[in-house]
């Protein structure tokens, strides 16, 4: 028996998907028999991200067990956020401007997607001021944010439970025993359901493929290639910059995470990778305090790869149409994207909805998306796997920023056991 990394059969699988998609293109049976096995790779991902962020949560706060700390540590977390994903958002506004992908781009060459799914979400956006956002996190009733999937307000209420449990002493102990054996049987079960995830990958990759095909990236190779350079540039100058301060090399991180990188760029999905990443990252020396209180909440506040694409696709855009846009207006598209980014994490094409609802404000044809929604899944690969590098390294930063990181080789990490075997 030889033991192929998960990272390996990811590879594969994806490398397969491609293949049978490009073969079987525009044949709408592959859609037919492989959806069905993206689908339900993607809610036993579901499934368990809900259960893994509460109990994290509620255990790593218990262990906090001081009011005063978490509210520092939040205000760290928020604060480093927003330093992060406003230069993401200026790294996306600069390279549009310096390489002007939109530029000379034939608009009758480029087919339209229907956006009509987007438009009410984005309107629901649109109206949600600032203040508006921060209420939000507060839940009006728990179970329906759980419904929901709202990250936020799961978050919200996790931690009043858990200095709830840390308050009551004694008594909260059986509580507490309770929520670490789930955290350890859903990270088990997790273990279980990554076996799954190749033949996921296979499925959503075909099916990609074989509905717009690899010729769908010609007429747009520009900006293909000006947000994946981008994004790589963000990854090993900006994040690479943030590692190199607090004393950590990023390719190292990322050597760490390279099986859930791999299935984040497949699957173009972070919740994928959500309950990894956190059991990787205390591994590596976060504290369970931290890395369950910092990564769920980075989910919703800090997309990097998603502002910078937001960015840089509205910029996109209005070059298609050749409008040319002021200092003022790109200076006001900042603000509105630094706002209209948070909190909605858990909304289906999350960068099309920002995007529909930030666009209109400068004066840019909202219509413009339609053209770039029939690549939007191979540009939202390379932003899923920028989101979580610096979600992971989040976790890091404010490990090393409260004096808690306990520095572990890398290699100590078993790798073996993040592995599946096949014969």
């Known amino acids: 028996m030889r033991k192929i990394g998960l990272a390996w059969q990811i590879l594969i699988g994806l490398v397969l998907g491609i293949i049978i998609g490009a073969i079987f293109y525009g044949n709408p049976e592959v859609s037919t028999y492989l959806q069905p096995i993206g689908d339900i790779f993607l809610r036993l991902i579901k499934m368990i991200v809900i259960p893994i962020v509460i109990s994290s949560i509620i255990v790593g706060i218990a262990s906090v067990g001081d009011t005063k700390k978490l509210g520092k540590l939040g205000g760290k ?8 994903t406003t230069i993401a958002i200026i790294v996306g506004l600069l390279v549009a401007n310096i390489f002007q992908p939109g530029a000379g781009v034939d608009m009758q060459s480029l087919d339209k997607v229907d956006i009509n799914s987007y438009v009410d979400t984005a309107e629901e956006v649109k109206s949600h001021g ?25 978050i919200f209420f996790s931690v009043l439970f858990g200095l709830g449990v840390t ?19 859903m990270f088990n079960v997790t273990n279980q359901i990554m076996k799954f995830a190749p033949f996921g990958v296979f499925a959503l990759i075909g099916v990609t493929v074989s509905k ?34 607090v004393g950590v090399n990023i390719f190292s991180l990322m050597r760490l995470l390279k099986d859930e990188l791999v299935l984040a760029y497949s699957t173009a999905s972070s ?20 890395t369950s209180f910092v990564i769920p909440t980075g989910y919703s506040f800090n997309l990097d ?18 409008i040319d846009l002021s200092l003022s207006q790109q200076l006001s598209l900042l603000l509105v994207l630094m706002v209209t980014s948070k909190g909605i994490a858990g909304v289906p094409g999350v960068s099309f909805v920002v995007l529909l609802a930030t666009l209109g404000t400068v004066g840019i044809p909202v219509e413009g ?15 899923t796997v920028v989101n979580v590098v610096g979600n992971s390294l989040g976790a890091v930063v404010i490990s090393k920023w409260e004096g808690q990181f306990q520095s572990n080789d890398e290699s100590n990490v078993d790798d073996t056991e993040l592995n599946v075997a096949v014969d």
Do not use: H
Not at 77 to 84: D, K, L, N, S
Not at 130 to 154: H, Q, R, S, W, Y
Not at 271 to 284: C, G
């Open 77 to 84: 977390t928020i604060i480093y956020f927003e330093i992060i």
């Open 130 to 154: 600032f203040a508006e956002t921060f209420v939000n996190i507060v839940p009006k009733n728990i179970f329906e944010a759980f419904v929901n999937g709202d990250m936020l307000a799961i």
């Open 167 to 185: 308050a009551v002493g004694e008594k909260g102990k059986p509580v507490l025993a309770f929520f670490l054996g789930t955290a350890e049987a």
């Open 212 to 245: 717009f095909g690899l010729e769908s990236l010609i007429p747009l190779g520009k900006l293909v290639i000006t947000v994946y350079l981008s994004m790589a540039f963000f990854i090993v100058v900006i994040l690479g910059g943030v590692a190199k301060l």
């Open 271 to 290: 919740e994928t990778v959500l309950p990894k990443i956190m059991e990787k990252m205390e591994k590596f020396g976060c504290p369970k305090s931290i």
């Open 305 to 322: 790869g998603s502002t910078l694409y937001q960015a840089l696709a509205a910029i996109f855009i209005a070059q298609m149409y050749g």
């Open 369 to 383: 998306l339609a053209f770039i929604a029939g690549i939007d899944r191979i540009l939202d690969m390379a932003r």
